[in-house]
Structures are given as C-alpha cells and as structure tokens.
C-alpha cells in the first residue's frame, strides 16, 4: 500500500483534470463562496501547505523529519516584510519600530538592500535555499539522520526565533515586522487587493505541486526513495547520497521560503511565534495526517489542521491543543501513511481475505520465504547451519 | 577501459583493527579476471571485514588495488564508481520501489542532472539484458519487496551487473536459498564471470564444491591455505582448524560426488511448495 503510493502513477490525462480541478476549486468555487474574511483564512492555511508541500518531499521522500522547517519560513517571510516595510517608508526615514525602539538614526546596511524588489524577491526564495544547502552538505556528509537531525533542526527554529527576538532594534523582536499596508503599490486594506494576494497564493501552491509531481516521478525521485531506504546501498551503488538529500531539502527550503513572502502578504506581519517550535511542529503535524508520502496529502492534511485548529479554538480555545496531539497520536498510531491511505486501505479491506498483498502473486519456480531457509539450514555443512544463526 | 583488461584484485598486506581487535591480519590475497574466488573459514576469520575493507566500509592499512587503481582511502560511492560492486548477507533492495526501478537505479550512477530529474523512458538496453539474465523479466512492475527471497539475491546481483561492476563481492549469496535456487545462483555466477572478477563469501560447502574456481581460507584475520577446491580439502591445516577433525574431513571428501548425496530436506520442500 506504501507502495502504491509511492508507485501511483495516474496518466497525463488525469493528471491535468486534477490540477484543473484544483485551480477550478482554489480560484473560481473558493472565492465564489467564502468571505472575505475566510478567503483571508484560506490564503493562509494555503501558504502552510506551501510548505507542506516541501516537508512532503523531504520527509516522506527523502525521510529527512524536519522539525525545524520554521526557518526558512521566516528567512522567506523577513526579507519580502523588510521589502514592503521600507517600501512604506518615505526615503530619509525609518520604519516605524525602528524610530520607537532602535538606537540608530539610519537604516542599518544589512537593511538597505531591501529596498530594491529586485534583491528582495528572489532572497526569499534563494536565501533559505543557500542556507540549506549549506547546511544539508555539512549535516547530510557527516551522516547526521533520523532524531539526531530531526533535533538539530528543531533546534535552529528556535535559535533562529531567540536571536530575531533579541535584535529588537532591528528586526522587531517578539512583535516583529507589523502594519504592513500595501502590497507593491496595492492597498491591502481594499478587499479587490485581498483576493489578489489570495489568488497569488494559489497559483503559487498549484505551480509548487506540479513541481513536486515531476521532482517524484522523476529518475531522481526514485533514488530520493531509494536513499530514504537503503541509504548504505546507494552508496554501495556509486551515489554520493548526502548530495541527493542535500537536493530534496534545499528545494524544500525554497518552498518554506516562498510561503513565507507569501504568508507575510495575506496576513501583513511576520514575527518570531510564527516562525518558532510550535509552528514548526506544526506544519509536520499537518503532514502526517495528510499522509506523507503521497502528492496531495501534505497540501490537504495541511490546510485541514490548520482550519480545524482555527475553527474549534474560536470556540473551545482550551482543548484545540489536546485535539492536535490526540490526532497525531492516532494517525501515527493507526495511519502511518496519513489520510491519504485511507483510500486504498479501504479499497483493500472490500474484496475480503483471498489476494493478501505480501505474497507473490504470479507462479514462481521458488517456494514461500520460509522453506528455503529451513531447507538450506538442514542441506549445508554444519559450519552453515552456525553461521546462519550467529548472523 | 586499458585498465579493464587485466584487471584483477591485488591485496597487500592488508589490515583492519577495531580497538585494538585485529580482525585482519596482514592479508594478501591476488584474485585474477574471470575468477570466481571462494573466501570461507569460521565465523571470525574476517571475510566479511576483507569485504568491508576492498568496498571502503572500513578503514584499513596496506593495500588494495584494482586494476592498477588503489582503493584504500577512497570514499565507498568513489570505490563503486571504479566498478566494484557488492552484496549484504541480507539481500539490500528497495522494497518499496519495482524490479525495474531498482535496476534502473543501479544503471544510473554515472547520470547528470538533466536526466535525473527526466522521468525514465522505456527500459534501458542494459536493464533489459540483466533482467533476463537473472530471470526476472516477468517480474518487471512488481515491488521488490514481494520478491521470494531467491529473487531478491537475484534482483540483488542483477544491479551488479546493470552497475556494470568489475569486481562482484557477494556476501554469503546463498544463504537461506532452496536447494534448486542455489543451482540456479551457480550457473548465474559462471555466466556472469566470464569477464568479471568475483569473490564469494560463503559457507555451504556443497555450492562451493560445484561453483568455485579458487578457494582462500581464512583463519583469524589470515590466510590459512590457498588453491583449487581439492587443494585446500586434502591441506591438513585446513581440515584442523575450519572442519574439526579429520574425521570430518573424510565425510566431506565422500560427499564431493557429482551426484548430490540424499537431501533430507527435499521432501519438506515439495511439501511446502504444494501448499
């Protein structure tokens, strides 16, 4: 069944009806219906499955868990909130919090660039993804993997958060970058504007999916697998698989990075909560009850959580948190391959007992798994039947 | 390509140490092309280590080259590169991905990124001739990890050979394999030899009286004996320390008939594969 997941591999025919569906879905039923107030919303849960479209990659392909994916969310979202800050901010002046809490009279050089669209656009993208090669390369070649990089990477979101709170004078510290009014010359006050930026965030979501389809059914996306699984064997093949993970995170960085910008444009700040532990830990809760592995799953389990989360805190603000963890608890528990197995699981149960999928279903020449064992156990030389036990 | 020609596996002086444990113990060991060496001797004797050593597991002193090219000190995907190529004494495949995708993967290692991130088209010419070679073209689109666990040795040496390996180092390849999957494991072996150098790790005495060329022992991190199958059973050495006594020398000698003595265990097998 994981199999088929990772194997599924529908026609171009259907491939196109599904995106089709799903533009059809995001930019013409969506804001047909909902207020402008939840399109707001689902700008932003869009942006998380951004990201979650990334982790998918990552961690349900490559197995890399990244808890920390926080960072390049907030290296995304800073740069694209510098922009528009200054964007705001009349030649000569500073911003805002700069003149409450800062101790500068000019804007401090590493802020300049940022005035230029030009530089800051494509740092929110590239930046994180730098960082992340940089840091996969170091990382990945020292065989760093499964909890030990999971914490590291935990460990940089908040290192991360901690250093942009103590930067107060610079960066806004725990209130962040706030009051962000436009939008490249747009006022984001005006709801035309709004749904502009929601309808960005869509095509942004719909072009990092076909992405993430062609990087999955590519040659590399099988070795991306195949790394995941036997890591010392591809490397007993002649891969290098440090560089191969190193890929798969760097672009999943990048796709951090985007939904960063973007979330900076639907909810018009960024500060440090948003870009900690808990949010972190968030997005691969999402992820996990989408069901990892699969294309779709991260992007649905993603905005689904993150709705549910919104609704059921409006009304029962305690027991959201309980809620959260009782539900990864079960899918861990009960669905390692998240909601998206759901299907297929069920298809399965339907025909009853007869096809169990573990056997090998054409005629082989050879017996089950178990005989040969006990025949060659009872054929060889005693110096064998030792060998076999001890190894 | 000049290097291919007489490429074989020269070890020097080989010696690996795990905290003060040497497991290897000044090994020199020449295996020419077109050879199929046996390395057997009790559990310790430091096969699988001298394996470990030549693929760049671990680290180790002296020399290895192959084809005139040193190995020591290389890093293991560099060392496959070169055309060594390995097994595990558990078949290591991807489960998760098919026969194809798995030999496809094993084709690709010298691949850019261009045609990394293409999807596959077809079967690559290579893939097709391995995958009749070790007979599993029927099985093309299936999961490995449904394979019976004959095929996935098989599936196993069939990336060797796509990884268009030189140098095959095949650790314990038989292990747990029905007797009818064994023979078919052999001829695989002379089949693929023929312009291959191959060293086998292995215990069952029966496949290598059939299949081996050459045959080195080992006793605790050294060579005990060296040469044909019928040298190394008559050296006295040999019979001592890797058969006990001589007495179970003498049992061994009368089993080295070319018609298999009664497999005791043949019937279970019927019986199982009926079921």
Not at chain 1, 73 to 84: D, E, I, V
Not at chain 2, 119 to 136: D, F, M, N, Q
Request: hydrophobic content about 50%; overall charge neutral; aromatic content about 8%.
């Amino acid at each position: 069944m994981k199999a088929a997941a990772v194997l599924g591999r529908p026609g171009p025919v259907r491939t196109a009806l599904g995106f089709g569906l799903g533009a059809l879905v995001l930019l013409v039923v969506a804001p047909g219906v909902l207020s402008d107030f939840r399109l707001d919303l689902l700008g932003k849960y869009l942006c998380f499955a951004i990201v979650a479209v990334g982790i998918g990659l990552a961690w349900g392909r490559g197995g890399m868990l990244t808890l920390g994916q926080g960072v390049f969310f907030g290296l995304g979202a800073y740069p694209m909130a510098m922009y528009l800050k200054l964007a705001e901010t009349p030649e000569g002046k500073l911003p805002d919090f700069m003149q409450l809490y800062g101790d500068a009279t000019t804007l401090p050089t590493w802020w300049v660039p940022f005035r230029s669209a030009a530089v800051a656009l494509p740092t929110t993208i590239l930046l994180p993804m730098v960082v992340a090669f940089g840091l996969g390369s170091l990382v990945f070649r020292r065989r760093v993997r499964g909890p030990y990089f999971a914490i590291l990477s935990q460990a940089l979101a908040a290192a991360l958060a901690i250093f942009i709170v103590g930067q107060q004078g610079t960066t806004g510290g725990t209130n962040g970058l706030t009051d962000i009014r436009s939008f490249f010359g747009y006022d984001l006050d005006d709801p035309a504007n709004r749904k502009l930026v929601y309808v960005i965030v869509a095509v942004c979501l719909l072009a990092v999916l076909w992405i993430s389809r062609q990087l999955a059914q590519s040659r590399y996306g099988e070795l991306l697998v195949a790394v995941r699984d036997g890591e010392e064997r591809v490397r007993f093949l002649g891969y290098d698989p440090a560089l191969v993970k190193t890929v798969a995170y760097t672009v999943a960085a990048g796709m951090a990075g985007l939904a960063g910008a973007l979330f900076v444009c639907v909810v018009h700040a960024i500060n440090p909560a948003s870009i900690d532990i808990v949010p972190s830990i968030a997005f691969v809760i999402g992820v996990a009850v989408g069901g990892r592995t699969s294309l779709l799953g991260p992007a649905l389990g993603a905005v689904a959580v993150t709705w549910a989360q919104t609704t059921l805190s409006e009304q029962y603000p305690a027991t959201w948190s309980y809620l959260q963890g009782g539900l990864f608890i079960v899918v861990v528990a009960f669905l390692p391959n998240g909601l998206a197995s759901l299907p297929a699981l069920l298809r399965r149960r339907r025909p009853g007992p007869p096809s169990t999928p573990d056997e090998p279903t054409a005629p082989v020449s050879t017996s089950p798994p178990a005989s040969p064992v006990a025949a060659a156990a009872a054929t060889a030389a005693p110096a064998a039947t030792v060998s076999e036990v001890s190894s | 390509m000049t290097d291919q020609i007489f490429a074989g596996l020269e070890i020097r002086g080989l010696r690996v140490a795990f905290d003060g444990f040497v497991a290897v113990d000044g090994v020199d060991l020449s295996v020419p092309r077109g050879d199929i060496r046996f390395l057997i001797g009790p559990n310790g004797a430091g096969k699988t280590t001298i394996v470990d050593a030549v693929t760049g597991l671990v680290r180790a002193t002296g020399s290895v080259e192959f084809g005139e090219q040193q190995l020591l000190g290389l890093d293991v995907h560099k060392i496959a590169r070169l055309g060594v190529g390995r097994t595990f004494q558990t078949a290591t495949i991807f489960e998760e991905l098919t026969v194809l995708q798995n030999l496809d993967i094993a084709a690709g290692a010298g691949r850019g990124a261009r045609t990394l991130l293409r999807r596959r088209k077809g079967v690559p010419e290579s893939v097709a001739r391995a995958l009749e070679t070790i007979g599993l073209t029927e099985h093309i689109g299936k999961p490995a990890g449904v394979l019976a666990h004959g095929q996935k040795q098989w599936l196993e040496i069939g990336m060797l050979l796509v990884q268009d390996a030189k140098l095959l180092l095949l650790d314990e390849p038989v292990a747990g394999m029905s007797a009818d999957e064994r023979d078919a494991t052999g001829e695989l072996l002379g089949v693929i030899a023929a312009d291959r150098t191959v060293v086998i790790v292995e215990h069952d005495m029966e496949f290598l009286r059939k299949y081996a060329r050459t045959v080195t022992v080992l006793h605790a991190g050294k060579v005990l004996s060296e040469g044909s199958v019928a040298d190394v059973q008559a050296d006295p050495k040999v019979q001592e320390v890797y058969l006990g006594t001589a007495a179970d020398a003498a049992v061994a000698e009368a089993s080295d008939d070319p018609a298999r003595p009664a497999d005791p265990a043949e019937p279970a097998h019927t019986v199982n594969q009926e079921a």
